[in-house]
């Protein structure tokens, strides 16, 4: 028993902290409630005719998952770390900020992207109702599990109805994808963006309507502000898919093409000298290869530097040939493998790394094999070129506690890639053959003049 009140004690502290601002145990469980009401509402409306009979259920369970996997996140911030973390700080800085919003008086100004940003979108959700930190995490965990739901109808949208069980499965019960982005964080609002712009991106590369591109931008810009170098792997990957994909079968779709190319890329120059700024890298200095080559790798350096420490370091380096992308995909994402792993959450993310690796490894030479099919699909082809541009970008990262933590912002681009690729016969499973129109029946008169 004391054993057992030592252990709870770190969590009855903080789940009943600022009682008068409804952060008692009540006050989280009618966030849990209030979130959980919306996600069903949601559920309902989303199904489509292709999964109406199991996806409202099925919506209804991964968000009580995910409330789990937000709970396990706190549990492990609480009474492992004793609270030293990054969701503590935003939540503490949240707290001040709608303080200062409820007094009617504006907050110091965002100075930078990244730290002070959450900060400030996690006042502003606090202004209504200040949550006990557990609250805050079930506040941050529901709007990635929008971002999930958005992602899901991408996929639904883009591609074929007989993927549909697995990718849902995959999706909202990755380990990955339910237990890292469910706190306070950068990880949770990500997911949240990539969900909008990845959503946008497949309506627009279906059928090349330019009022897409208006929720693209959303995502893109919430994105920016919080990650810039993301921003840029999603805008890199959607022009490519833009430039390289089939176009639709739609009316003038090769002037579509080069009005959405044109915009696309004029916003791509725009995030690379923004990402570029952001880094130090001088581009005036990158304008030949050899410079160029230079510039990343200071910068790659740089990153390597700073994470080949600590208890999950691991040896290694970013990719500066292709014999070095076997060894990225594996670092980047697989590992931690099992015998690597020191913590609960590594242990978990080792287990389900080797799972996917062994997948992985039976269905390469499918997936290779249907490599080809890429055109049919853009969106398919965008997340081929996002993966693999985040394989590229965080082959650098050296700490495998890290690298597990930020995959989530991939992982549902990679097992989408699986799962349609990992296939004998993607070309049936993909691209059925149209089938006829019917032929209306003639009415009497034409049958007597037969």
């Known amino acids: 028993m004391n054993a057992w009140n030592e252990l709870a004690a770190p969590l009855a502290s903080t789940v009943t902290e600022a009682p008068s601002a409804g952060g008692s145990l009540w006050g989280t469980t009618i966030v849990a409630l209030f979130f959980f009401v919306v996600v069903a509402l949601i559920g309902w409306a989303m199904a489509s005719p292709k999964d109406r009979k199991w996806l409202p259920v099925l919506v209804m369970v991964a968000f009580m998952a995910k409330l789990v996997g937000s709970t396990a996140r706190y549990l492990v911030l609480v009474l492992i770390y004793h609270g030293r973390g990054d969701a503590t700080g935003y939540h503490g800085a949240g707290l001040r900020i709608s303080e200062s919003w409820r007094s009617f008086e504006v907050p110091t100004t965002v100075q930078r992207i990244g730290t002070d ?27 990635a599990f929008f971002g999930q739901l958005l992602l899901y109808a991408a996929f639904r949208h883009a591609l ?41 991106a497949a ?18 810009a919430g994105s920016g502000i919080i990650r810039l170098h993301m921003t840029l792997l999603l805008s890199a990957g959607m022009v490519l898919a833009l430039l390289l994909a089939r176009a639709p079968r739609v009316t003038a779709p090769q002037a579509r093409r080069l009005l ?73 994402i697989f590992r931690p493998l099992p015998n690597e792993a020191d913590t609960a959450p590594l242990l978990v993310a080792s287990l389900e790394g080797t799972l996917l690796l062994l997948i992985f490894v039976v269905r ?14 853009p969106y398919l082809m965008y997340a081929f ?28 681009f990679f097992l989408a890639l699986m799962i349609v690729l990992g296939r004998k016969h993607v070309e049936e499973a993909v691209e059925p053959a149209p089938a006829p129109e019917p032929v209306p029946a003639p009415r009497p008169l034409e049958l007597v003049r037969g």
């Open 160 to 200: 074929p109805a007989r993927h549909l069980k697995w990718y849902a499965a995959a999706i909202f019960f990755s380990p990955t994808i339910v237990y890292w982005p469910s706190s306070i964080g950068k990880e949770a609002l990500m997911l949240l963006w990539i969900g909008i712009a990845s959503y946008g």
């Open 203 to 220: 309506r627009l590369l279906s059928n090349y309507n330019p009022a897409w591109a208006g929720v693209i931008l959303i995502g893109l």
């Open 385 to 412: 070129f996002y993966s693999g541009g985040f394989i590229l970008a965080f082959s650098a990262i050296l700490n495998l506690g890290i690298l597990a933590r930020q995959r989530s912002q991939v992982m549902p």
């Open 260 to 332: 959405l190319l044109g915009a696309a890329s004029v916003a791509l120059v725009l995030v690379v000298l923004l990402t570029a700024q952001d880094f130090g890298v001088d581009l005036a200095a990158a304008a030949s290869a050899d410079s160029a080559t230079d510039e990343v790798g200071d910068v790659f350096a740089q990153v390597e530097g700073q994470t080949d420490r600590g208890g999950s370091a691991v040896s290694g380096g970013a990719v500066t040939s292709p014999a070095d992308v076997p060894e990225a995909i594996l670092r980047v």
């Open 364 to 377: 390469l030479p499918w997936i290779i094999g249907n490599l080809r099919h890429l055109r049919r699909y």
């Open 117 to 143: 940003v959450v900060e400030a979108i996690t006042g502003l959700l606090y202004v209504p109702y200040q949550p006990s930190m557990l609250g805050g995490f079930f506040i941050f965990a529901s709007l």
